[in-house]
């Protein structure tokens, strides 16, 4: 008797379950895969940070010659002011003199910023120094405040150009501080 070879067959390992057993374990894969990508890919719980600050009633602006806040005498006092907002949520912003660089030139730019709704009037600069100089007696309601010397009056007040950061900070806390809410 001649004896036959039988082929063997490779034993696959997942056909000793039944149906039902395949199917639950597909499902548990299929489960177990879907969690990961989830906990992966789900975003974070916290929320996000709010994108803008609630600001008070209260706005402080800063005259600049033609460069703006660039402009070597008009870059500290800016830089005050940001801080000094950061600090108070009061609004800071700025009006760079277009046109002439003059003193009568500018002054309509001082009266726009002080008929405006600027509590508080900045001027840094040989040119808005000279406006307010020339302007600030016309708004004895606003107060001023120039950076260096070059102005006076009752409702003006100086501070010192080399180092004007902590005197503008304080003096715009000053004024969110007693300004009405």
């Known amino acids: 008797m001649a004896r ?9 390992w997942w056909r000793r379950f039944t149906v039902v057993q395949r199917w639950l374990a597909g499902v548990a894969v299929v489960l177990v895969v879907g969690i990961v ?22 706005t ?13 005498a008009a870059a500290p006092a800016w830089a005050a002011m ?10 800071v912003q700025y009006l760079e003199v277009t ?7 500018a002054v309509p730019f001082l009266n726009s910023l002080a008929q405006g709704k600027c509590a508080l009037i900045l001027a840094a600069g040989e ?10 007696g016309a708004f004895p309601a606003k107060q001023f405040v120039t950076v260096g010397a070059g102005a006076s009056g009752p409702n003006v007040q100086a501070v010192d ?8 900070v304080q003096i715009i806390t000053k004024s969110v501080a007693a300004s009405p809410r």
């Open 4 to 12: 036959r070879k039988v082929k063997a067959e490779p034993v696959v």
């Open 37 to 58: 990508l989830a906990l992966v890919l789900w975003p974070d719980a916290k929320p996000e940070p709010p994108r803008e600050r609630q600001y008070l009633e209260f």
């Open 127 to 136: 040119v808005p120094v000279g406006a307010v100089a020339k302007g600030a």
């Open 82 to 91: 940001q801080d000094a907002s950061l600090q108070t949520r009061a609004k």
């Open 161 to 168: 150009a080399s180092t004007p950061h902590d005197e503008i």
């Open 99 to 105: 046109g002439d660089q003059t003193v009568d030139n």
């Open 60 to 72: 402080a602006c800063l005259l600049t010659a033609k460069d703006g806040v660039r402009d070597p």
